[in-house]
């Protein structure tokens, strides 16, 4: 999988929308890592389903968010 790297340095955004916008598109990031739907991902997200696997799949990918934006600030 192939993941867009947004620079939070150079952002014309306020500090917050910049960091906003790395969490666009975590669903189907997870959902692609997994072989499954987005929907699904959405649906375990919202609790209106179970999967250990995708909990801790959406749990990694917004600590990888949350390292970028340690380094960036």
């Known amino acids: 999988m192939v993941r867009k790297k947004i620079s939070l340095k150079n952002s014309k955004e306020a500090p917050e929308v910049a960091r906003s916008l790395l969490f666009v598109g975590l ?13 699904h991902v959405n649906k375990v997200a919202r609790s209106k389903a179970q999967s250990k ?4 799949a959406i749990i990694r990918e917004v600590r ?8 960036a600030a």
């Open 53 to 56: 696997r995708v909990t801790e």
């Open 64 to 71: 990888r968010i949350e390292r970028q934006t340690e380094r």
């Open 27 to 39: 669903f189907t990031r997870v959902a692609e890592e997994l072989g499954l739907s987005v929907s």
